[in-house]
Antibody, heavy 119, light 110 residues
Framework: QVQLQESGPGLVKPSQTLTLTCTVS??????????WSWIRQPAGKGLEWIGR???????GYSPSFRGRVTISVDTSKNQFSLKFSSVTASDTAVYYC???????????WGQGTLVTVSS | QSALTQPPSASGSPGQSVTISCTGT?????????VSWYQQRPGKAPKFIIH???KRPSGVPDRFSGSKSGNTASLTVSGLQAEDEADYYC??????????FGGGTKLTVL
């Protein structure tokens, strides 16, 4: 059974770049034919899809975040990462990674990691 | 593209049925049979409960069912139980390798 675990700094200063990593276990990013996605949820609000990456490096991004976000994959480490530039307080949220067997849906999720943007 | 539209709240008594709607457009919900539903309990990650409009992943009780008509998808929870109290989110595949979520519905079991 695949498991996902987010990691990264819990606190980021405004205007800096947020970098998060998702480590996949119980499955192989390079062998499995899935996309892998990032989603975020501000406190008390709904889910927002950020974007996805395939093992080949092919991407899809939400128009809401395109230009600020880069999602990449490291198949040697069985990880994929999110880089979010020029963050502001409105980017404070719980960030989730998930397996994305497009277009079936997000079938396995990490536990989420809280990122606070504050000076 | 805008998020999908869900009612902010729904409620029902134990044993009753409740239906939550998810309205999109002809470019997302209406165009593809790729609507999913997620259950999220407080402080927890979302759980995948319906995919491709009507299909239940292994382990999801058959009290949960999905349907779609035109640009609106629906989740029905039958035989409500106290443990069903949670937030529910719909999502839909959209053109351009995009994914849209609904704003979420808080289900209260009275």
């Amino acid at each position: 059974q695949v498991q996902l675990q987010e990691s990264g700094p819990g606190l980021v200063k405004p205007s800096q770049t947020l970098t998060l990593t998702c480590t996949v276990s119980g499955g192989s990013i390079s062998r499995d034919s899935y996309y892998w996605s990032w989603i975020r949820q501000p406190a008390g609000k709904g889910l927002e899809w950020i974007g996805r990456v395939y093992a080949s490096g092919s991407n899809g991004y939400s128009p809401s975040f395109r230009g600020r976000v880069t999602i990449s994959v490291d198949t040697s480490k069985n990880q994929f990462s999110l880089k979010f530039s020029s963050v502001t307080a409105s980017d404070t949220a719980v960030y989730y990674c998930a397996r994305d067997p497009i277009p079936r849906g997000l079938d396995s999720w990490g536990q989420g990691t809280l990122v606070t943007v504050s000076s | 593209q805008s998020a999908l539209t869900q009612p902010p709240s729904a409620s029902g008594s134990p044993g009753q049925s409740v239906t939550i709607s998810c309205t999109g457009t002809s470019s997302d919900v209406g165009a593809y049979n790729y609507v999913s539903w997620y259950q999220q309990r407080p402080g927890k990650a979302p759980k995948f409960i319906i995919h491709e409009v009507t299909k239940r992943p292994s382990g999801v009780p058959d009290r949960f069912s999905g349907s779609k008509s035109g640009n609106t998808a629906s989740l029905t929870v039958s035989g409500l139980q106290a443990e069903d109290e949670a937030d529910y989110y719909c999502s839909s595949y959209a053109a351009g390798n995009n994914l849209l979520f609904g704003g979420g519905t808080k289900l209260t079991v009275l």
